[in-house]
């Protein structure tokens, strides 16, 4: 965080332990998603908490609750509103600490629930602004046309929409799954669709600013330069807190680091916890990496070129 810091560049502590089902291990998820809400409290260097409703919740849960008509049983209805309590917790420590909150996404076999579980927390707690964020995978082609019925239902709820924009991170996963059990898969056609949604939902969400607060969540050099272009047009100023550009540690430094120097704001995600624990989330991001092989090419070629620079220099 210190380090981070001395670049003005904020940290998102991630909690990143999932997939877990005993009471005692999910609560103890949610005290420490609380933990690093209290640690953010009027810290300029923690500008937003995170969490995942997987961390809280058991998946079958989860799963079987997803559809909106789904009937669960009395037992299942019971643990249920224990993992909306969770969540309304950790909702309420954010906003009473004042500190942006993501909801993380998940796969879309979860997600539909999630939403419902998002929005609720936003018209509770956006009131004033945005506190709590959902999260869109805009490799997902039903995610603009979601964007744009959450805007409608903020407008209809008077209150304020917190957006966290990424490509996605389950791709492999939702493909599978679709495949094994029949059903159309939730994903793009291709890359140039996904890029095309994902920019569409830029310009949404900056021409109705009055409603929403974004944080642009890639790695993708045009996307980012794409938000640039659009503040500079709309007269936005760099510091307005309603936009961030976040990226996860270790990766597109040559972005980060880019955009904090001239003077946007800017995050890095920082997973954390038991190695074992979080070995599911280091997965995803190695399996993400080998789909972006070309970006991190581009990376090494930058190093690389940084390197021969600097030797003139000192020549």
């Not at 600490?97 to 879309?108: G, H, K, N």
């Not at 291709?190 to 974004?214: G, P, Q």
């Not at 760099?238 to 980060?256: N, V």
Request: charged share 30%; hydrophobic share 35%.
């Amino acid at each position: 965080m210190n380090d981070l810091a001395k670049f003005k560049i904020g940290t998102i502590l991630d909690y990143s332990v999932e997939g877990k089902s005993t009471e005692e291990v999910l609560d103890h998820t949610r005290d420490e998603v609380i933990a690093t809400i209290k640690r953010a409290k009027g810290n300029p260097q923690i500008p937003f908490s995170v969490f995942k409703v997987t961390g809280i919740s058991r998946t079958e849960l989860l799963e079987k609750w997803n559809k909106a008509d789904a009937k669960l049983s009395a037992e299942d209805e019971k643990e249920l509103q224990v993992v909306l309590a969770r969540v309304d917790a950790i909702c309420k420590a954010a906003f009473e600490a004042d500190v942006p909150l993501f909801i993380d996404a998940e796969d879309s076999w979860f997600q539909d629930g999630i939403d419902r579980m998002t929005n609720q927390m936003m018209a509770k707690y956006n009131k004033q602004k945005a506190i709590v964020y959902n999260t869109l995978q805009m490799y997902r082609h039903d995610r603009l046309e979601f964007l744009k019925k959450t805007y409608q239902e903020s407008v209809d709820g008077n209150y304020f929409v917190g957006i966290k924009l990424v490509r996605g991170a389950y791709m492999e996963k939702e493909r599978e799954k679709a495949a094994a059990e029949g059903y159309k898969e939730p994903i793009q056609a291709n890359k140039e669709a996904t890029d095309r949604d994902y920019n569409l939902a830029l310009e949404f969400m900056v021409d109705h600013l009055d409603k929403f607060s974004i944080c642009a969540g890639t790695h993708n050099e045009k996307s980012s330069a794409h938000l640039v272009d659009l503040m500079t047009k709309k007269n936005i100023s760099k510091e307005d807190k309603r936009i961030y550009f976040a990226q996860l540690l270790g990766m597109s430094d040559h972005i980060s680091f880019n955009l904090a120097h001239h003077g946007y704001n800017v995050a890095k995600y920082v997973p954390y916890g038991p190695v074992r624990e979080v070995m599911p989330y280091l997965m995803r991001r190695a399996q993400e990496n080998t789909s972006v092989a070309g970006q991190m090419g581009r990376e090494l070629s930058l190093i690389v070129k940084e390197k021969e620079r600097r030797k003139k220099l000192k020549a």
